[in-house]
Each structure stands twice: as structure tokens, then as C-alpha cells.
């Protein structure tokens, strides 16, 4: 295979070929024609990862289309190419399908030239001073002067009280999006989910689409599904105001005041996004995780909100009594001969219930020591990389670089997207992602000064297929 590079300029290898490590890739191309850029990944498509390659159209995505553009300076450019290539009637507060923001993403492959694909996986990677090299399990090595991890999320962590016989019977399934989750499940079989976050939420959706019709309960400590976008009018200010002490309690009620104020809450909590993530590096780390303990998961549902029709859907079916909450600890799950036994634990006492199938819908472990990556075990061992102060993620500089076992940030090592929750409390929407990329695509292409490239004109719809120089 032969592909044009720069004949002159530094290398950058992403590692991972999902939407951070395209947009990196992308934003890179944009601002430096001199850097060659890789992306090694094995699968065959860039742009989608895991979010991105669903095969359901009721995947929405939870931001509206006005709001997710790749480009920071043309906030319009997705709902343009919407309207052009899937929905003419689209809006601004429309919210597309997942796997139509996909296509989008690698079109914009399609605008510039000279990234190349290397479809396999990293198995090792050894820094020698200023640049790195990496090991590919297909054999070969690639030396690059940076090197940006773009890995996106892991299965979740392992539940606790799982039989092996449950694993090896197919009654339980630890990822929520393998085809074997919804292969020959009974149309009216029960269903129990583990979460009720998104990962569940998508669950339900592609259970329905399949045409299964049995009762669903989703077991959650907390009890509560994300709730519901509206449209609201904006906040002119910051319901947590500059000047704020950095204590949860405060912060806590400053959001309060606010509300009580007059401000809605979606208002309130939307009104935070510029500075989200300084307010929380303001907070010492045992504010952190007092966050952590009390008030993540009530965070969560007011700020990862569901689309409107997912949202409806949703209540419908708690409405009807097809979908029930149980709000209980996981106990156990046990085989049995036409599908598990699941033990609930709850203040009142131990429960059971029986399922066909049991689906784990915790979300992505954050816990990088233990997720079995290879490579993360490795750079974890020879101390190039740490976890984030709260024993998650990675622990990473304000702008990506990562930080090694004696506290020193890489001048080689980058990371974007999940991996600086490590650090960050906002970290994996599509803006967060945006604007990371185009950080870290500014940081490595040599600027110093604020990035600014020209507008990408649309005068024509832009191409749904892209035209990779290599892939």
C-alpha cells in the first residue's frame, strides 16, 4: 500500500480511530500540512467507535443537532450537513440518529487528504526521549514524535456475586452492545437490566426494535432513569457564579439559589458548561470524592439528558408497566434452567426475581489498572502513565498531555476524550471532545498562538462516503 506523506515534518500516531481520534486526526490535517498523521486502529471504519457504529436509527444522540458540530468556529456545519444528507427538515433542536452523526464524522475525511489508516492494534509502545515507538501486533513498528491515546471506553468493571454458569449458559451478558446480548432471547422472556443510566436507556430501545415484548426491570441503587430534554430559555449568567467557595456544599447551593431564583434548571445546569470543568479542578480532591460519593449519579441525570422521543418512550413504557425499576444492589446472579436468578439486596431485605437474560448496563469502567488492555498495563508499568488523583482515568495536564508515575507531564504522550475523567468531571460529550481535539491538534502542529483556520466552506453538501487516502 502506498500512501503520499509530507516529505518533510514530525509523526503523530492516534491510537484509536473512534470520533476523538478522527477529530484529532481531522483538526490535525486542518492546521499543519507538514505532520504525518496515523491513526492505528483494527477496525475497518474511522469516526464511529463504539457510540457511532450502532446499527439503530433509535440511538439519538442526547446533544441537538445545532449543538455538535465539529467545527467550534461553524457551529452550524452538522445541521447543514444534515439537512443535506438525512433529515431536510432539521433543526437546530432536532436530535439525529447516532449512527448518522458516524457518517458525518467520517465524511469529513472527505476534505482532507494524507491520513493514513493502519488497521491493527497497538500492542506495546517504548518512549526513547523525545519520541516514541510502537510495537503493532501485526509485526511491524511505527516510530512517531507524538503519540495521542484515543482508546475510548472500556466494558464495565466486573459485577459482583456472578456464577460462571450464568456467563457460560448466555444468561448473563457483560456487554451490553455484542450481537449475542439479543440473539435467541424469546419475544416475551424478562429482561433485567443492571443501570439505568444511557447504556440502559439504549438497552430498552434496541430490545424494542428487535421486537421483544417481555416485562423489563432495571435494577438501580438510585432508582432513576436521565431525565428529559425541553427547551428552556438561556441563563445570562453562571448559576454557580465566579467567586463561589470550592466546597460541594457551596456549589450545591449556589445551584439552589439560583433555581429558586427563577432560573429553570435545565437553564442552570446548561449555563455551567464553559466551566464545568474549572469548577471542578477548583475542588480539593477530598471535595472530589465527597462529589463522587453524594452527588454524581444526581448530576448525571440532570446533565446526560435523554432526546425527547427516547424520553417519551421511555415513560410510556414505566406507564404501562412493561418497564419497572427496582431500586436494590446487585447480589448475585445465579444460572438456572431457562435463564438466571438475580439476588436483590435493598434496605427493606434480600429479594429475587427470574430472567431469561441479564444485561450489564453499569457503563464503561474508568478503573485503566484493570480494564485488561495490554497496552495501559504496560505503560502503567514502566510508570509512563498514572491514574487521576481519584484512583480513575488517567491523570493528565489541562491541555492532555499525560502525567507519568513521578508527577512529570509528557512532551510526547497525549490523551483526549474518557480517559481525562481522570481528571475532569466533563469529558466525553461530543463539545467536550471538539474542543480537545482541537487542543491537542493545536499543541502538536506547533502553534502557540490561538488557532484559527478558515472556515471549511459547504457551498455543496458535503460527501457521505470518504474518500481515505489510505485505509
Request: aromatic share 6%; net charge positive.
Amino acid at each position: 500500500m502506498h500512501v503520499a506523506t509530507p516529505a518533510s515534518g514530525k509523526t503523530v500516531a492516534i491510537i484509536g480511530g473512534g470520533v476523538s481520534g478522527a477529530l484529532t486526526a481531522f483538526h490535525l490535517r486542518r492546521s499543519s500540512k507538514e505532520v504525518r498523521v496515523v491513526i492505528v486502529d483494527p477496525r475497518p471504519e474511522l469516526g464511529l467507535g463504539l457510540a457511532y457504529s450502532t446499527p439503530s436509527l433509535r440511538h439519538l444522540l442526547n446533544v441537538p443537532a445545532g449543538k455538535i458540530s465539529a467545527l467550534p468556529n461553524e457551529p452550524e456545519h452538522f445541521l447543514r450537513w444534515l439537512r443535506a444528507n438525512h433529515h431536510a427538515e432539521a433543526t437546530s433542536t432536532t436530535f439525529a440518529p447516532r449512527a448518522v452523526f458516524g457518517r458525518y464524522v467520517r465524511s469529513l475525511f472527505t476534505w482532507v487528504a494524507h491520513i493514513e489508516h493502519l488497521q491493527t492494534a497497538v500492542a506495546d509502545m517504548f518512549v526513547t526521549g523525545s519520541s516514541a515507538v510502537l510495537m503493532l501486533q501485526d509485526g511491524t513498528s511505527l516510530q512517531a514524535d507524538f503519540v495521542v491515546l484515543a482508546t475510548g471506553n472500556f466494558d464495565p468493571a466486573a459485577l459482583p456475586g456472578i456464577e460462571a454458569a450464568a456467563v457460560e449458559s448466555g444468561a448473563y451478558c457483560h456487554n451490553a452492545w455484542s450481537e449475542a446480548t439479543y440473539a435467541n432471547l424469546p419475544a416475551d422472556a424478562p429482561v433485567t437490566l443492571i443501570g439505568t443510566g444511557l447504556t440502559g436507556v439504549d438497552v430498552i430501545l434496541r430490545l424494542r426494535e428487535l421486537g421483544h415484548r417481555g416485562a423489563i426491570t432495571a435494577v438501580s441503587r438510585h432508582g432513576v432513569f436521565p431525565n428529559r430534554h425541553a427547551s428552556y430559555t438561556p441563563a445570562d449568567r453562571s448559576a454557580i457564579p465566579k467567586g463561589t467557595p470550592a466546597t460541594c456544599v457551596d456549589y450545591l447551593r449556589a445551584l439552589r439559589a439560583a433555581i429558586v431564583g427563577g432560573m429553570e434548571w435545565r437553564a442552570a445546569v446548561d449555563s455551567l458548561r464553559a466551566t464545568t470543568n474549572d469548577l471542578w479542578l477548583a475542588l480539593p480532591v477530598k471535595e472530589q470524592k465527597r462529589f463522587r460519593r453524594h452527588l454524581q449519579r444526581r448530576w448525571d441525570v440532570v446533565r446526560h439528558r435523554m432526546a425527547p422521543p427516547i424520553a417519551d418512550l421511555i415513560e410510556a413504557e414505566l406507564a404501562a408497566g412493561t418497564l419497572r425499576i427496582e431500586e436494590s444492589h446487585l447480589a448475585g446472579v445465579e444460572a438456572e434452567t431457562d435463564g438466571a436468578k438475580v439476588t436483590l439486596r435493598a434496605a427493606a431485605g434480600q429479594s429475587e426475581l427470574h430472567a431469561a437474560r441479564v444485561i450489564n448496563c453499569t457503563g464503561p469502567n474508568m478503573n485503566y489498572r484493570r480494564v485488561g488492555s495490554p497496552l495501559l498495563n504496560s505503560l502503567f508499568a514502566q510508570g509512563l502513565i498514572s491514574s487521576g488523583p481519584l484512583g480513575g482515568g488517567l491523570n493528565t495536564s489541562r491541555y492532555g498531555a499525560l502525567i507519568n508515575a513521578q508527577g512529570q507531564a509528557s512532551s510526547v504522550l497525549f490523551n483526549l476524550g474518557p480517559g481525562r475523567l481522570g481528571t475532569r468531571i466533563e469529558s466525553i460529550a461530543i463539545p467536550e471532545i471538539r474542543h480537545q481535539a482541537v487542543e491537542v491538534a493545536t499543541i502538536l502542529a506547533g502553534r502557540t498562538n490561538a488557532w484559527q483556520p478558515a472556515a471549511l466552506t459547504t457551498q455543496a453538501p458535503l460527501q457521505t462516503t470518504p474518500s481515505m487516502v489510505a485505509a
